[in-house]
């Protein structure tokens, strides 16, 4: 589904990417962890085409990212507030998501009636604009907004901060329904080792740019990693 | 402690990133400032002579008598622009400092406001000239003190009305009817606050009443703050009440519709963009300026087409200007959902070209000063849509100011958006229109110059495609730097 080849990004003299090659299968539910400033969001951003890579390129199904817009139809994701507009309420901002992808209300009300859970009550109908949510709150609303219009492949950075423990628990059993039942793409990246290992099939290790493990995740998958981050 | 308060402060303003621009600006910015310095001081200095030569009476009681009015639009520009002390004070509150510290410094930061400084370059030359004419040196030294005292009691109001808006409008509402009514002369209410000002300066020692005043205003204001420096006090965000809107008649307009929807929203519910289009429903009037004679310097004919373009491109100018600034809070997201640049850019430029004609529908009055005067609002909305549309959106790709919606606070002269680039652009916006009307104006007639204008504004309609097309590049040639900025906040 998205290959990435020769991926590099330098700010002057810093290389914070450098990735030769990397193939994510179709369906496969792909995590990514590594410390601060390993190059987790700078991969994502580069796969949405946010920033221009410095050398080297990422195909999405078939699509060049930095050349072409097609692979936005079907790509989806939720980085961080800047994918919220702040003066919608949760509502109209789903709608709008909705109609951008070619799925009108009752379409988007259906999707969104499977979360009645995950939201907990506290974000449909509060009559409160995005930018007054709590935090843990407009991320919930990020990431349903992300599921709408059955995109192909979801990437969502930083998933599971701020959520609280139910939340996380629910997060993860959608995330992993995704990617078996549906077949879907789902990128996640991730501090939190636990969650990772539990949601996703592969690991992948970043470490200052580069990729020093790629792990089928297995019972010992947990051990490996903590080793590895213990130093 | 104040050491540390002072040295936060001094980083603060330093090291902003508006601070950071280029240096021509900063000294654009100091003449700027300078020039207000000097239009202060030659009111200080002139306002006595050009009463006197008016010959309405005694300067100083003439001052007093318009007293009032000089202090409520004092007042209304406070409320609109004097930004409060409150910001930064949270991380203050669990570090081992005395609240009372921290709230009297606070409001005594705003005692050096500018707000209350310029007013010095008035009432300083003022009784300078008032001494120097031979007025009692005791007896202008109290009223001096006197209106120095009300000029930071009205700081001090200003502190504690601050964002309780029905205060303010029923204040303002009040002044414009009292104004409005002095006008047309049904009721006067400087008879009554006249006497009050002359008061001070009559006996002079009362000049203590006013500065009693102040000392309670600032304990009020101290009281009021410390009471609420709590999170969920003073220190919270005001939370506004949402109500979901489907505007579905607008669904007919496909993933246009998508967009304006949003875009009405954005007005609507935003403090910053709604100054924004108010103030560009205020240049319909600008043209009162032209067509009236009210000001000599606008009489050339030229200035007709000049006031044509204000008129009818009001938002385009004070919105239309800063797209796509108005969407920086979530262009990420913007630039990775399925939209194709060509559908935003349209759904903007429908937005300018319906809010031109709504100002052109409005503007029908000036038909009363005669119909060269509605011509030359006619030709400027046809200009406006047909070129100015175009101009402002190539602008914007390249004014990449991040726009902070829910607040005013730079929305005048907001730094980075002049840059070398739309300086430029405006230069086609203005000032090829009037070469275009000139032309026509001295060749043929004044009516051929305002055909001229029109087919020029008509050329552009007819090639909307290919111009998209080159807005559409330059965006996305722009993107990158554009995302970038943007995260800058």
């Known amino acids: 589904m998205i290959t990435v080849h020769n991926l590099t990004k330098t700010y002057g003299e810093n290389t914070v990417l450098n990735i030769d090659h990397l193939e994510i299968p179709k369906g496969q539910s792909f995590g990514l962890v590594g410390n601060n400033g390993a190059g987790k969001t700078t991969l994502f951003s580069l796969l949405l085409d946010l920033i221009q890579p410095s050398s080297g390129h990422i195909i999405n199904k078939d699509v060049q990212v930095d050349q072409s817009e097609d692979w936005k139809p079907f790509t989806s994701a939720f980085i961080d507030e800047t994918f919220l507009i702040g003066y919608l309420t949760p509502e109209e901002y789903f709608y709008f998501i909705g109609e951008l992808r070619g799925r009108n209300k009752a379409d988007v009300d259906a999707l969104l009636s499977n979360f009645e859970d995950f939201f907990h009550d506290e974000i449909l109908g509060q009559k409160k604009y995005l930018r007054d949510l709590s935090k843990g709150n407009q991320k919930k609303v990020g990431i349903v907004a992300s599921f709408i219009g059955n995109p192909e492949v979801v990437i969502l950075d930083e998933p599971f901060a701020n959520l609280d423990p139910t939340t996380q628990i629910r997060l993860k059993g959608i995330i992993k329904d995704l990617a078996a039942k549906e077949g879907v793409t789902v990128l996640v990246s991730s501090h939190d080792l636990i969650h990772v290992t539990e949601v996703c099939e592969r690991i992948v290790v970043l470490n200052k740019g580069e990729i020093v493990k790629d792990i089928h995740t297995s019972a010992e998958t947990m051990k490996e990693l903590e080793a590895f981050f213990a130093g | 402690m104040l050491k540390h308060f002072i040295g936060l402060q001094w980083k603060s303003f330093f090291r902003s990133a508006t601070f950071k621009t280029e240096i021509w600006f900063k000294i654009l910015m100091a003449l700027g400032a300078l020039y207000f310095v000097v239009v202060f001081l030659g009111m200080g200095v002139g306002a006595f002579f050009l009463i006197k030569e008016m010959e309405i009476g005694d300067p100083l009681r003439v001052v007093n008598q318009f007293m009032i009015y000089y202090l409520a639009f004092d007042l209304v520009f406070r409320y609109m622009l004097q930004k409060m002390p409150v910001t930064n004070i949270k991380p203050l509150l669990y570090l081992p400092i005395n609240k009372s510290k921290v709230v009297n410094f606070s409001l005594g930061k705003t005692v050096i406001s500018f707000f ?344 552009g309609f007819v090639f909307k495609n290919k111009v998209f097309t080159m807005i559409e590049g330059i965006y996305k040639k722009e993107k990158y730097k554009t995302l970038l900025a943007y995260k800058q906040k």
Request: with cysteine; aromatic share 20%; hydrophobic share 50%.
């Open chain 2, 116 to 459: 209350n400084l310029a007013h010095a370059f008035f009432f300083i030359p003022f009784s300078i000239v008032l001494l120097v004419e031979g007025y009692p040196p005791l007896q202008v030294v109290g009223w001096h003190l006197a209106l120095m005292a009300i000029i930071y009691c009205n700081n001090f109001i200003n502190v504690m009305v601050n964002n309780q808006n029905v205060v303010f409008y029923v204040i303002a509402a009040l002044f414009i009817v009292a104004g409005a009514s002095q006008y047309y002369q049904w009721f006067d209410i400087t008879i009554y606050t006249g006497p009050i000002f002359d008061f001070f300066y009559d006996i002079p020692w009362t000049a203590i009443i006013p500065w009693l005043i102040l000392v309670g205003l600032y304990y009020g204001a101290f009281a009021y703050f410390k009471k609420h420096m709590y999170l969920d006090g003073g220190l919270a965000k005001k939370q506004t009440e949402a109500k979901t809107e489907n505007l579905e008649w607008l669904d007919r307009f496909g993933n246009l519709g998508t967009f304006l929807k949003n875009d009405i929203k954005l007005i609507k519910r935003n403090k910053r963009s709604r100054s924004a289009v108010i103030a560009g429903a205020f240049f319909i009037f600008y043209g009162l300026l032209f067509f009236t004679g009210a000001l000599e310097v606008y009489d050339g004919p030229f200035w007709k087409i000049f006031a044509g373009i204000f008129v009818t491109g009001g938002f385009l100018f004070s919105f239309g200007q800063y797209v796509p600034s108005w969407d920086s809070s979530y262009y990420p997201l913007m630039m990775s959902q399925n939209i194709k640049y060509r559908e935003y850019l349209s759904s903007k430029w429908y937005l300018v070209i319906i809010a031109t004609i709504i100002s052109t529908i409005l503007a029908t009055f000036y038909i009363y000063f005669g119909w060269e005067a509605y011509a030359a609002v006619l030709v400027g909305a046809i200009y406006n849509i047909g070129i100015n549309s175009y101009l402002v959106l190539w602008g914007g790709a390249y004014v990449k100011t991040p726009i902070d919606l829910t607040s005013n606070k730079k929305a005048f002269g907001d730094k980075q958006a002049f840059n070398a680039k739309t300086l430029l652009l405006t230069l086609p916006k203005l000032v090829l229109p009037i070469g275009i009307y000139a032309i026509g104006h001295f060749l043929i007639n004044p009516m051929a110059g305002y055909i001229f204008v029109a087919v020029f504004g008509l050329l």
